[in-house]
Nanobody
């Protein structure tokens, strides 16, 4: 069973930055898809950013493109989400997710395709 632990959330003002971390443990595959989704109060969970092993491609939601950057340290089995220029609309619980294979492009943005989820970390952007 893969376990994911997110850290790094908090309360920040608009324009600030945060970096989320997601540490994976357990039987993770060398072929994987890993990333972040978020859920704001009263809204459905939405795709934020993912990356795949092998090709190193990164995929972003339009709403965060140019502001967020996803990366991974393979040695530490940890993924990161660097969030810059945060806006109030980024307020949500952010969930790390992992799939033990490389998902095809058409499936990357669908949360139902992922095997494992973290417990979530709260990000609040408010003045």
């Amino acid at each position: 069973q893969v376990q994911l632990v997110e850290t790094g959330g908090g309360l920040v003002q608009p324009g600030a930055s945060l970096r989320l971390s997601c540490a994976a443990s357990g039987p993770t595959s060398s072929s994987y898809t890993m990333g972040w989704f978020r859920q704001a109060p009263g809204k459905e969970r939405e795709f934020v950013a993912v990356l795949r092993s092998g090709d190193g491609n990164r995929y972003y939601a339009d709403s965060v493109k140019g502001r967020f950057t996803i990366s991974r340290d393979n040695a530490k089995k940890t993924a990161y989400l660097q969030m810059n220029n945060l806006i109030p609309e980024d307020t949500a619980v952010y969930y790390c997710t992992f799939h033990n294979s490389r998902l095809i492009s058409s499936a990357l943005r669908g949360g139902q395709h992922y095997n494992y989820w973290g417990q979530g970390t709260q990000v609040t952007v408010s003045s």
